[in-house]
C-alpha cells in the first residue's frame, strides 16, 4: 500500500461510535455550516471501491446527514446492508 493511502485510510477510519454519533445527529437542531452539500461532492471514478468510498466520506463528513439543494438530508438504514454495500451501490 502507498504511503499516501495508507494515511488516507488511517484518517477516514471512523470508530463505530463515531458512526453512531453521526448517525444520531438530529436534523432539526445541527449546525447548517457544519454540513457539506453534496453538490459540492465529486465522485472519484478513477478510485477503486474502497477508495472511492473513503474519498465520498472524507468529502461529505457525515454521510447521515448532509445538505441537498440547501435543504438539509438525513438518512438512515433498516440495516439489512452495512453502510458501505449501500455506498457502494450508490456511487456507481
Known sequence: MEKGTEKQEQECVMTLAKLKEKAA????????ES?????????????????????????I??????????M???ISFAGKKPLQ????ESLF
Not at 461532492?41 to 472524507?58: A, K, P, Q
Request: charged share 35%; proline share 4%.
Open 72 to 74: 438539509v438530508v438525513k
Open 25 to 32: 445527529v438530529d436534523p432539526v437542531t445541527v449546525d447548517r
Open 61 to 70: 463528513k457525515n454521510p447521515y446527514c448532509y445538505l441537498s439543494n440547501g
Open 85 to 88: 454495500d449501500c455506498l457502494k
Open 35 to 59: 454540513l457539506v452539500d453534496v453538490a459540492d461532492v465529486t465522485i472519484r471514478t478513477d478510485l477503486d471501491t474502497r477508495e472511492r468510498i473513503m474519498d465520498y466520506i472524507r468529502q
